[in-house]
């Protein structure tokens, strides 16, 4: 049977206006040929937001704007349908905010809840109000201007202290801690100095001293066995003993001198009876005149004359002073 013209060009317009209808609404993010999951969102402005732009989560799309539709003639609120892409979980209080890219291109954003049910196809999402492109701006520059705003004020702060620094009288003093600085790095090079300078000197004595050390090693052995024998025989000694004997003879020393400063003896007596010491000295006293007047008066106590004339002189009534004592001649 012979195909006609006519029904060719029918078939080929049929073919053509599926394809164009199948196109225009792949356009629009539907995909004909698969039965997607819808969800709705209600605002009360789209801002930038038109058909077929993204919906994402977390920064990967899940889905596409399908349509828009006013709920009534007031324009009390916008009905989005979202065409989901992407068979994923999508807790029931999670929110859905209308957001502006830098270049202008608006996209839908579903903030994840936390509960443990989901949404279902037919569902609608919470909303929030939408963020301006210039607000979102805002809110992720003005971190940044803080932190501009707070090096700013320390550089101010670094420039004043420079300032403060380089005033003449600070760098004058800037000027005399270099000089004196150079006359210090002049006088450590000098002691550093291999040949002239007092730590190579030190050094050099060290050098001596350690080589006369090893010279005498010898002798420092036996100068150390020496001293630990003496440590050992001080060791040895009964040390208790001789303090335990210490003891008793400061002990008899403090009975001793107990007694002295007690009124008991004869010598305890004399030191603390005043009036025994009084007694004691005029008895001294009287025996140092007796004396005297014995050497003064010789023949009043001893008379060997048969026919001499006895001494009528009266007995001494106080010792005779030393350069004055006259002695009776025969």
Request: charged share 20%; aromatic share 4%; hydrophobic share 40%.
């Given at each position: 049977m012979k195909i006609s013209n006519e029904f060719k060009v029918g078939i080929l317009v049929i073919v053509g206006l599926t394809l164009l209808i199948i196109g225009f609404n792949f356009l629009k993010g539907k995909d004909v040929f698969n039965r997607q999951t819808k969800l709705y969102a209600v605002f009360s402005d789209l801002g930038s937001l038109q058909k077929s732009n993204p919906v994402k989560i977390n920064g990967l799309e899940v889905g596409t704007v399908y349509d828009f539709k006013e709920i009534d003639k007031n324009l009390s609120g916008i009905i989005i349908t979202i065409n989901m892409n992407r068979d994923v979980n999508i807790p029931t209080n999670s929110v859905a905010t209308i957001e502006s890219e830098l270049l202008g291109t608006g996209l839908i954003s579903i903030t994840k809840g936390d509960a443990t049910t989901f949404l279902k196809s037919g569902d609608t999402l919470h909303t929030d109000k939408q963020a301006s492109l210039l607000s979102s701006v805002t809110a992720q520059v003005t971190p940044t201007l803080t932190k501009v705003r707070e090096s700013l004020d320390s550089v101010k702060m670094v420039m004043s202290s420079v300032n403060k620094i380089f005033d003449p009288n600070t760098k004058g003093n800037i000027q005399a801690i270099i000089a004196n600085l150079m006359v210090t790095t002049a006088y450590l090079q000098d002691l550093l100095n291999t040949q002239t300078g007092a730590l190579a000197q030190s050094l050099n004595n060290l050098n001596s001293f350690t080589g006369n050390m090893k010279k005498n090693n010898q002798q420092i052995d036996s100068?150390?066995?020496?001293?630990?024998?003496?440590?050992?025989?001080?060791?040895?000694?009964?040390?208790?003993?001789?303090?335990?004997?210490?003891?008793?003879?400061?002990?008899?020393?403090?009975?001793?001198?107990?007694?002295?400063?007690?009124?008991?003896?004869?010598?305890?007596?004399?030191?603390?009876?005043?009036?025994?010491?009084?007694?004691?000295?005029?008895?001294?006293?009287?025996?140092?005149?007796?004396?005297?007047?014995?050497?003064?008066?010789?023949?009043?106590?001893?008379?060997?004359?048969?026919?001499?004339?006895?001494?009528?002189?009266?007995?001494?009534?106080?010792?005779?002073?030393?350069?004055?004592?006259?002695?009776?001649?025969?």
């Amino acid at each position: 049977m012979k195909i006609s013209n006519e029904f060719k060009v029918g078939i080929l317009v049929i073919v053509g206006l599926t394809l164009l209808i199948i196109g225009f609404n792949f356009l629009k993010g539907k995909d004909v040929f698969n039965r997607q999951t819808k969800l709705y969102a209600v605002f009360s402005d789209l801002g930038s937001l038109q058909k077929s732009n993204p919906v994402k989560i977390n920064g990967l799309e899940v889905g596409t704007v399908y349509d828009f539709k006013e709920i009534d003639k007031n324009l009390s609120g916008i009905i989005i349908t979202i065409n989901m892409n992407r068979d994923v979980n999508i807790p029931t209080n999670s929110v859905a905010t209308i957001e502006s890219e830098l270049l202008g291109t608006g996209l839908i954003s579903i903030t994840k809840g936390d509960a443990t049910t989901f949404l279902k196809s037919g569902d609608t999402l919470h909303t929030d109000k939408q963020a301006s492109l210039l607000s979102s701006v805002t809110a992720q520059v003005t971190p940044t201007l803080t932190k501009v705003r707070e090096s700013l004020d320390s550089v101010k702060m670094v420039m004043s202290s420079v300032n403060k620094i380089f005033d003449p009288n600070t760098k004058g003093n800037i000027q005399a801690i270099i000089a004196n600085l150079m006359v210090t790095t002049a006088y450590l090079q000098d002691l550093l100095n291999t040949q002239t300078g007092a730590l190579a000197q030190s050094l050099n004595n060290l050098n001596s001293f350690t080589g006369n050390m090893k010279k005498n090693n010898q002798q420092i052995d036996s100068i150390m066995m020496n001293t630990a024998n003496a440590t050992r025989k001080f060791a040895e000694l009964d040390l208790e003993g001789t303090l335990s004997s210490l003891q008793s003879t400061l002990d008899q020393l403090k009975g001793s001198m107990a007694k002295l400063d007690s009124k008991e003896g004869s010598l305890g007596l004399l030191l603390n009876d005043k009036q025994l010491y009084v007694n004691l000295n005029n008895t001294l006293v009287s025996l140092e005149t007796l004396l005297d007047d014995v050497r003064t008066h010789p023949k009043r106590y001893v008379n060997v004359s048969v026919f001499g004339k006895k001494d009528k002189s009266g007995p001494l009534s106080s010792p005779t002073p030393k350069d004055s004592v006259i002695i009776e001649k025969n």
